[in-house]
Structure formats: C-alpha cells, structure tokens
C-alpha cells in the first residue's frame, strides 16, 4: 500500500489509530495533491517523528513513464507498475480544459471484440494509487491542471468497483485534486449490479454506458457481456438509475463499417432509447493491426447521426484525437508487451 492509495478519511483513521493528530491527514493531503510534494521531507510542518512513520508504513510510490505518444492536442502514455505491468492513460486537450482517460485494470476479461484491451486478458485490478498516479505524472510533464477525468481506458472501472470509488474520492477531495464531480465519468460495459449500486452513490459523477449495439443478437456478437446482462436488463437498470439520480447517461456508440452503422440499426437504437434522459456519443472507430474491423466512413456517420437527430436523441459524435498516433485503448501496451 502506498501513501496515494487511502482516502483522506482512511488516511485520518490511520493517523489515530498511531497517537496522531488526525488533522495531519490534511496536511499530508495538501502537500500531496496541492503542492505537489515528491518526499516526505519537504512536508516542513510534519514533526520528524511523523515522517519517519510515514515513510516506514507508506512510500510515497509512482509509477514510471515509458512512453509518450503526441499528435495534435493528444498524448497517449505508457506506464509501468512496479512488477513491471504495463498500462496507458490519455490526455486531450479542449477548449475548456485537460481531460485524461485512465486505465483502472490491467488488462480487461470483458472481452469485447473490437476492443484491443479485450483481446489482453485481466493480468489485476490497478489500486486507487495506481490510478491516482496516473494524474499526477501526467500533470507534472504537462505543468498544467487536469481538469476533468474518464474512467474509460484499459480495464472495466465496475470490476473493480471499491478501487474505483476510493480513486473518485482522492481526486474530488478539496484538499486532494479537488476535480469537481460533474467533471468524472465512469464508463462500464454493463455490469447491472454495479449500475445499482452506483445509484447511491452520493457524488454527482457521470455514468457512461459502452452500448454499440441496438439488439441482443448483434451485442451478443460484439460484447460477450451481454449474454450475462442482456439488453433488455441493462436499459431497464439505466431507466431506474436515471429515475433515481436525476441525472443523464451518456451512451457510447463505436460505429463498425457495415456491422452496426445501418440504417436498421440507427433505427434501432431510437426505438431502444426513446424517453430515456440520455444522449448518444458516435464514435469513429480507432483500427487496429489485431483486429478486423474497420470504421465507418464519415458519410455513413452522418447518416446515422440524422436519424438519430430527426427522432430527437440527443446525440454528438466525438472529436477524434490522435489518429497519428496509437490511439486505440490497449495498443500501445500491445505494442510494447507483443515485440
């Protein structure tokens, strides 16, 4: 366990739990995620004493950069954990402010067939730390605030659900990263149990659904899921996650040439969605070397963006980044561990 893995509540107890004043968590906390320290010693308010146990029971541990990727307002990185695993983060650059796409697995069993993490088994799950870490390296070679997060790299976040919340807190904390909680996305491939649970979570994250499929038999083919929560369930546990929250949900539609870009389908996918607080983020498809898919061109994009637009879905279709570069979630790591 590292000093990055505990919450500021986890860090307090801790601090109790050792004759200390709880309010050092809080100065601990500052000089991690505010003044951005790299040891202990420059922590100049914390009594010697107070280091030495710090340093004995949490090493402050990062993870290592092993590449960075740059193409016009991108960069992928690959990093690597201390037993040599390796994962990526994104970083995009927008008009209003630095968003990153981190990874919260190694790997991911979720299998999905047009996904280059799919076609790498799970290795773990990356803890809180591990995840937080990404953030932080990533904001000292940028020299710039990140403003907004997605849970939406290597892994799925909800298989790793309890790391995943602990990481949301770190990052939203006042005295942490303070990232607003309208500013993190949480993106799953449908795991039902974890949309429930989800739904009581007090924080206003957003929740985005990776659908790109509008029947059970095409998503049965495309994502192996689906045959444990079928589609029926999961937009049933959306319509009473919405309920319950008040909040929209994004669905995320990766559009494969002649496979789920048809007019049936765009059909489909109005009659799947219509009444659900919602909008639909298109998505060109990044290829890959691995996998047999192509995208679709940008006339078939837009004649599945008017039908949906023409039924009134609210629907956008995403700004692409890095197509110089290797962009597809997973690649890079494939890259690097396949050579």
């Not at 799950?125 to 000292?140: D, F, H, K, P, R």
């Not at 795991?191 to 029947?215: K, T, W, Y």
């Not at 009659?271 to 047999?292: A, F």
Request: charged share 30%.
């Amino acid at each position: 366990m590292t000093i990055y893995d505990l919450t500021k509540k986890e860090l307090e107890e801790y601090f109790e739990s050792n004759n200390e004043k709880k309010f050092r968590a809080t100065q601990v906390y500052i000089w991690l995620y505010q003044k951005k320290a790299k040891s202990y010693q420059e922590m100049t308010d914390l009594k010697k004493e107070t280091i030495a146990l710090l340093e004995k029971d949490l090493p402050m541990t990062y993870i290592k950069t092993i590449k960075v990727e740059k193409d016009k307002d991108v960069n992928k990185y690959l990093f690597e954990l201390e037993d040599k695993e390796h994962i990526e983060a994104v970083l995009m650059k927008h008009d209003y402010g630095n968003s990153i796409c981190v990874s919260s697995q190694v790997g991911c069993n979720m299998g999905c067939k047009f996904c280059e993490s799919g076609r790498r088994k799970k290795v773990r799950n990356l803890t809180a730390g591990e995840i937080v870490t990404q953030l932080l390296t990533i904001e000292e070679e940028l020299k710039a605030k990140i403003t907004h997060v997605v849970l939406m790299g290597i892994g799925e976040p909800f298989d790793n659900y309890n790391e995943i919340i602990k990481f949301i807190r770190i990052i939203n904390d006042p005295k942490g990263l303070a990232i607003g909680s309208r500013h993190i996305t949480i993106s799953t491939s449908g795991i039902i149990p974890q949309i429930e649970e989800f739904s009581d979570f007090p924080l206003q994250v957003n929740l985005a659904i990776s659908l790109h499929a509008p029947n059970n038999k095409l998503r049965d083919e495309l994502m192996p899921i689906n045959k444990a929560y079928p589609l029926e369930e999961l937009i049933n546990s959306v319509k009473k996650y919405v309920e319950k929250t008040n909040r929209r949900v994004t669905f995320e539609y990766i559009l494969l040439k002649e496979i789920n870009d048809t007019k049936e389908c765009a059909n489909q996918l109005v009659k799947l969605l219509k009444g659900i607080n919602c909008y639909v983020n298109l998505i060109p498809y990044n290829e890959t070397e691995n996998i047999e898919y192509e995208r679709s061109n940008m006339f078939q994009i837009m004649k599945f963006y008017d039908i949906l637009k023409k039924n009134n879905i609210n629907v956008t279709i995403r700004k692409e980044f890095g197509t110089k570069i290797s962009a597809a979630c997973g690649q890079l790591r494939s890259k690097k561990e396949e050579i």
